[in-house]
């Protein structure tokens, strides 16, 4: 008897400790799979993020100006295809719609294209490599692109759509979980060299550079708030045009499922040199599998 009751305890702290160790929560993709973080050979990785910034003010003049708002919708994909999991290739895509002269800024949803006042349509694509560049610093990657516009005229009948220029880009991505994992920081520096003749854009023959802090705090594995800070300088190189700005804000997001999860961001301009000084709401789909 004592051996009978000897080998059921055995097997019930077993039994046990299996529970305890199948209860212990694996992290979810928004606190594991951060920009840093390079994907699994055969892993897919797709975002849809959308951008809508609108303005009634810029540097350009003193008091309130007309609506202008610009819409931009990206979709990103991108997959492992290295067995270290140490390179990914994908390719980005990006569509546009702006309208001016103080129409409602949810009208770049009508897609009228409206003369004078309204353009929409896909703007550019890019391929794109991410890989990491130093092995014993595994959150530190890179991602290169080559955007190629598809946009004809950069303004028509005075409303702009995209730049019309060739965009090489680099953005270096690192992160860094405290060790509470309750929070984690981000830092992303991206880089933009703009070629292409110079009377096609404004842009053209210059070089962006724009570093930006994320700092997160995750209330649960599923949930996390976040506050940013970006700043942008663009370095003319040859088209007598240098712009600058800073913007702040936060957001949220939620792990919907094991694949998806949403994010939404609102930023704003708080100051700069020949740009305007609006304000962005920003929401996005992310689907890891």
Same mark, same amino acid.
């Given at each position: 008897m004592k051996k009978i009751i000897t080998l059921i305890a055995i097997v019930s702290f077993t039994f046990l400790g299996f529970s305890q160790e199948d209860q212990e929560p694996e992290k979810s993709v928004i606190q594991e799979y951060t *920009? /840093?973080?390079?994907?699994?050979?055969?892993?897919w990785d797709i975002k849809w993020f959308n951008n809508l910034y609108t303005q009634t003010? /810029?540097? =350009? +003049?003193?008091?309130?100006? *007309? @609506?202008?708002? !610009? =819409?931009?919708?990206?979709?990103? &994909? =991108?997959? $492992? #295809?290295?067995? /270290? +999991? +140490?390179? %990914? #290739? $994908?390719?980005?895509?990006? !569509? @546009? /719609? %702006? #309208? &001016?002269?103080? @129409? %409602?800024?949810l009208d770049v949803f009508s897609f009228d294209g409206e003369r004078g006042t309204a353009r929409s349509g896909f703007t550019s694509f890019a391929p794109a490599v991410k890989f990491n560049p130093i092995k014993s610093v595994s959150n530190f990657t890179i991602q290169t692109a080559f955007h190629i516009p598809l946009v004809d005229n950069e303004t028509e009948d005075g409303v702009f759509l995209d730049q019309k220029g060739f965009i090489f880009q680099n953005r270096f991505f690192y992160d860094y979980t405290f060790p509470s994992g309750d929070w984690q920081i981000f830092t992303e520096l991206n880089t933009e060299y703009n070629f292409g003749k110079k009377e096609d854009s404004f842009a053209n023959n210059s070089l962006s550079l724009?570093? $930006?802090?994320?700092? +997160?705090?995750? *209330?649960?594995?599923? !949930?996390? &708030?976040?506050a940013l800070v970006q700043h942008q300088q663009r370095i003319d190189t $040859? %088209?007598? !045009?240098?712009?600058?700005?800073?913007? #702040?804000?936060g957001g949220a997001k939620y792990q919907l499922s094991k694949v998806l999860n949403i994010e939404t961001l609102y930023t704003n301009f708080v100051r700069g040199n020949n740009t305007g000084l609006g304000q962005t709401f920003n929401i996005g789909l992310r689907a890891l599998f």
């Open positions: *920009p /840093s973080k390079l994907l699994n050979k055969g892993q003010e /810029s540097t =350009f +003049s003193d008091g309130e100006e *007309p @609506r202008q708002t !610009f =819409f931009t919708s990206t979709l990103d &994909i =991108f997959t $492992g #295809v290295s067995e /270290s +999991s +140490s390179f %990914n #290739v $994908g390719l980005l895509l990006e !569509f @546009r /719609s %702006n #309208v &001016i002269n103080d @129409r %409602n800024a724009t570093p $930006g802090v994320f700092l +997160s705090y995750f *209330p649960s594995q599923k !949930f996390t &708030i976040l $040859g %088209n007598d !045009f240098e712009q600058d700005f800073t913007a #702040v804000g």
